[in-house]
């Protein structure tokens, strides 16, 4: 079942995408329309995405649909790429965002149905829950609660005290813990002298079965994907997890840790409180991260690190010998 949290404002015309960002077009004509802004992953023939050039590599090939890339990767990739070629990708990024999606209003989410709550789940009364809503058998939500539009929960969940819960889908069998942020929007914007415009997440959180979250935990949203935390993962309290991370089952991710945007987690992955882990990281399976480390780079599977860049725990160990003992 796939639940709607955003408004798709498409299909948006390329005319209308030329007068709202300075950029070149190439390889599309003037009647060309965009239906979807999604992730290239995802990219399909009349959608559009965006590369970086970061992102770029000339080994890959890169799928049917319109790129959004800055003047150096255009160079690479327009004799036989649909681009949108702009000064600044991130900006362009923000500015189309906007024009595609946006959350429900008020008005249309009173269109939406009744909320469809099973007899069997016990909601505490000052637990708000918005129509669209699916609650599912034995769940039990506490007092100050909200769960918003469209959102699905899953049988035997429980959820603490004063959380709020949108643009997500909960499976079966999740404790979420008190005062825990789930669905809100990431920190993706752009960065303007005047006025930094947000990028609109258009994604979703999705927590697999079995999943635990701490209390004051917070979990973004994806952008232009999902946020999504793997089967029988837990999280300590304080907890972070950005726009776009996927969590893979059975880890353990212990108190004040942070997993900044579209990091991805392998498996049964073990970790320290106040692990910090950079964006756009691959992280292995079988990995352990010693309290407090800085994850920098990627790291491959059964590795165990530690220490800030955080280093093969063995290396790290002998360095600090010699240097403190």
């Known amino acids: 079942m796939i639940s709607s949290f955003s408004k798709n404002l498409g299909p948006i015309k390329i005319q209308t995408i030329k007068e709202s960002i300075k950029c070149q077009i190439h390889n599309i004509g003037d009647e060309q329309t965009f239906s979807e802004f999604t992730g290239i992953q995802k990219l399909k023939k009349n959608e559009l995405s965006f590369l970086t050039d970061a ?39 923000a500015v189309l965002s906007n024009m595609f999606y946006r959350s429900l209003n008020r008005d249309e989410i009173l269109l939406l149905d009744e909320p469809k709550i099973d007899k069997s789940s ?29 959102c699905i929960i899953g049988d ?50 999705i927590l697999q079965m079995g999943v635990k979250i701490g209390s004051n935990c917070t979990i973004d949203r994806g952008s232009f994907g999902d946020t999504i935390i793997g089967e029988n993962s837990f999280f300590d309290n304080l907890c972070h997890v950005a726009h776009n991370v996927v969590v893979g089952n ?62 093969n725990k063995f290396v790290y160990l002998k360095k600090f010998k010699i240097n403190h003992a």
């Open 156 to 205: 035997n969940v429980s959820v603490g005290s004063n959380t709020v819960i949108t643009n997500s889908i909960i499976a079966e069998n999740v404790k979420i813990g008190r005062n825990v942020s789930i669905g809100q929007g990431g920190f993706g914007f752009s960065i303007n002298k005047k006025t930094n415009i947000n990028i609109y997440h258009s994604g979703r959180v």
């Open 122 to 150: 016990d909601i505490a009364k000052s637990t708000i829950i918005e129509r669209g809503s699916i609650i599912g058998k034995n769940v039990k939500i506490n007092d100050g609660c909200v769960i918003g539009y469209n």
């Open 250 to 311: 059975n880890c353990i991710f212990a108190a004040m840790s942070g997993i900044a945007g579209s990091a991805k987690i392998g498996d049964n992955v073990m970790a320290g409180g106040q692990t910090g882990i950079a964006g756009h990281l691959n992280i292995g399976n079988n990995v352990k991260i010693a309290a407090q480390s800085g994850v920098l780079k990627d790291i491959g599977d059964n590795s165990s690190v530690m220490g800030h860049p955080a280093i």
């Open 55 to 93: 992102q770029f590599s000339e080994q890959k090939v890169y799928p049917d649909g319109t790129l959004i890339c800055s003047h150096r990767t255009s160079k690479k990739l327009k004799e036989y790429c649909s681009l949108i070629e702009v000064d600044d990708v991130n900006n362009a990024v």
